[in-house]
């Protein structure tokens, strides 16, 4: 694991930049207070990175459990919503050891290649505000409709009222050092691979803040402007940033109900992120998810006990780490330690970094997600994945994560269960001796979405046919198809059509007279009609 310091490092660094804004804003969405983002997003960088599978996956709070964060709180209060966190982490825990992790591996690729487009074309809509100085809307929720009545597309429109000029400078110049820095910089000496872009993007920041302050205070940013990071003075004013949850609450039975709700679509997001965070890797490392589960429950239930918002690992701060050249989880551990010292020990330093500055990083980061480039390959593919990959990437940026993917996984179950119903693969028709005999052929797999395909085949079948069924090749075949033909069978009299079967796995040919029993029609080569 210390074998790759010199790119882990500065990713790690990266992550911090990214993960920072985004602990503090959406723990401000989820009606918490900003220290319990922090607080998450620090178990998320030591705790599951140090247990999870995933070599390059970074975990903290995620936008997508904002809509059920926020109303656990307003409904139990933040102690006894802290509870249903908890549970919800040993839900999650039993997920891992029950195996269900499987699940992951389900998704089309398609809608994966669609949520990191979709991720991308949000993260720029979201940023340009903050990258010209309108800061009203704070980092993290990634949903399309606004919580000050605002949406994606109309908060632009605002932007020329709300335009900073200092903003637009650092936020320019941070856009042109991170272009430099990929496109020539890196290539040219091992310092440059060493001190990543963004860092330096982030130092210029600073810089920038430093010197108008001392020179020309007209260019100075105010703090709404800038990161705000909450600051103790002693021991006793850090420790009573921590928020211990009321086990009381576990009397209420619809604290089970929202612990389940909170395990359910935490983990649907880590998987998703495991997916897509494997194809973005260049090594294509593939995560071992019950492992993942596993590490999000146990991140989970501590990060309850201490008083931080739910954790799922996350794909903005993961694609940060694989963008930046992180190499193995090392860099996400990192990059939780830099959350907490820099939280601890200089929070002064961290309220100097203009908004501007991160949202050039995002902007750099998102563009990466939804490089036009990428929809050229996807549409020689043909529409069976090109129309799922849009409508993935179109919905989530119209509505949010989790409804985005739901609508992108509807649309390829509509393409399967169509292409099931007119693909004659899974009955083939051959000619056989004579014009008046017919073939059909099933597959190994014959699962209830062929069903359509079979019943239309068989209605076409011409009357005075001879049909031999050849199913010798049938590993599994569902009831629901068994049911269509038997179904034709019995009905075949009134057409003169006679009958073969080729039971499955029997290479002898069977003729049978019309009409057979079919009752026993099962995958057994012993049960022979």
Known sequence: MFKHLREDIPASIVVFFVALPLC?????????????????????????????????????????????????????????????????????????????????????????????????????????????????????????????GENGLSELLNIPEFLTPSALIISIGAILILYIWDKYLKHQHKVFSIISGPMV?????????????????????????????????????????????DFSFLANPHIYLVAFTIAIVASLETLLCVEATDRLDPELYVTPTNKELKAQGLGNIISGLIGGIPITQVIVRSSANIQSGAKTKLSAMIHGMLLLVFVVLIPDLLNLIPRAVLAAILLRIGFKLVNPRSFIPMYKLGKNQFIPFVVTMVSIFFTDLLLGILIGLGVGMVIILLNSFQNSYFLHEEPGDSPAD??????????????????????????????????????????????????????????????TFIEPNDPALNQVSNPPDTSSFTNDSSNNS
């Open 24 to 148: 503090l804003g959406i723990a401000l969405a989820s009606g918490a207070d900003p220290f319990a983002g922090l607080i998450a997003g620090i178990v998320g960088g030591v705790i599951v990175g140090y247990f999870s599978g995933s070599r390059l996956g970074v975990s903290g709070p995620a936008a997508g459990l904002i809509a059920v964060v926020a109303p656990a709180i307003l409904e139990f209060g933040y102690q006894g919503f802290l509870v249903a966190v908890i549970l919800a982490g040993v839900l999650q825990l039993v997920f891992g050891y029950l195996k269900a992790g499987v699940i992951g591996y389900y998704f089309p690729s398609a809608v994966i290649k669609g949520m990191l487009a979709g991720i991308g074309l949000v993260i720029i809509d979201k940023e340009i505000p903050h990258a010209v100085g309108l800061d009203r809307e704070v980092e993290g929720p990634l949903a399309f409709e606004q919580a000050d």
């Open 201 to 245: 993007a982030v130092v210029f920041g600073i810089v920038f803040e430093i010197v108008t302050r001392k020179i020309e205070s007209s260019l100075t940013l105010s703090q709404d402007h800038l990161v705000n990071v909450p600051k103790a003075t002693s021991v006793a004013e850090f420790t009573g940033l921590f928020t211990l949850p």
């Open 438 to 499: 017919i073939r059909m052929r099933l597959p190994e797999q014959v699962s209830f979405v062929n069903k359509g395909a079979i019943l239309n085949r068989l209605s076409k079948v011409p009357d005075g046919t001879h049909l031999v069924l050849d199913a010798s090749k049938t590993l599994y075949m569902d009831y629901d198809v068994r049911e269509v033909i038997d179904d034709f069978v019995q009905n075949s009299a009134s057409r003169n059509i006679e009958i």
